[in-house]
């Protein structure tokens, strides 16, 4: 993977200069998941860690009730796995790829090591925790389960592929619709809806304005729709 430009807002690699993004991967080992793959599995007390150089995962753990709550997507150039590896303790949440992905894998004692030996991949990655933790908290505040954030991407990606309208951009979806509206035609209530597309928003998937919506990246939101909660195949 050469250049930034392919990853993803506030991910670990985007944060690097070239010499410390390539010592990074130059210690891992490629790999490759399909999609729909478990990249990692909540609760497994495994402690190696992931650098997601292409293709897009989505980050959840099961709750009290049952239901799987999304917290959050990541992209190319995002790290997976970190905390296990300097804490020690079991995984906080399952990792599913959406799309193909490709990842360089390190121990986590490895991964320790390039963080003593590198102090720009030290504060790199204190910057990415940073980023999840401020996005984590709104999270908490109100979850959004994860069946509904794919009811909303699927809503989207319908939307998308019959009014929108082709631009330098994305795709624009210049319909007079509030969230409200999303929320009525996908039976949810409209603060989960402004959940999941905060999540959206956060990624850099979508850009939502007053009764536009702006889609960036089309393949992403379509792979997200495709994917089925807990592994499980669609019809």
């Known amino acids: 993977m050469s250049g930034h430009d392919d990853t993803a807002e506030g991910a670990l690699l985007a944060y690097l200069p070239d010499a410390d993004r390539e010592y990074l991967l130059a210690r891992g080992t490629r790999r490759r998941f399909r999609a729909n793959d478990v990249v990692l599995m909540e609760g497994d007390p495994s402690d190696h860690v992931h650098v997601l150089v292409s293709g897009w995962v989505r980050v959840s753990a099961v709750v009290e009730d049952g239901r799987e709550v999304l917290f959050g997507l990541r992209g190319p150039g995002e790290v997976l796995g970190e905390l296990a590896a300097v804490t020690g303790r079991p995984r906080s949440a399952s990792v599913r790829a959406i799309e193909p992905c490709t990842v360089y894998q390190l121990t986590g ?115 997200f729709a495709s994917s089925e909660p807990n592994g499980t195949q669609g019809p």
């Open 109 to 223: 004692a490895q991964f320790v090591d390039v963080l003593r030996a590198r102090p720009e991949v030290a504060i790199a990655t204190i910057k990415t925790v940073a980023v999840r933790l401020r996005h984590s908290e709104s999270a908490r505040v109100d979850s959004a389960a994860l069946d509904v954030s794919r009811r909303v991407a699927v809503h989207l990606v319908r939307l998308a592929e019959e009014h929108g309208t082709p631009v330098p951009e994305g795709v624009l979806i210049d319909a007079p619709l509030s969230q409200a509206d999303i929320a009525a035609q996908i039976g949810a209530a409209r603060r989960t809806v402004a959940r999941a597309l905060r999540v959206l928003r956060e990624r850099g998937i979508v850009e939502t304005g007053r009764r536009r919506i702006l889609v960036r990246r089309m393949r992403v939101l379509r792979a």
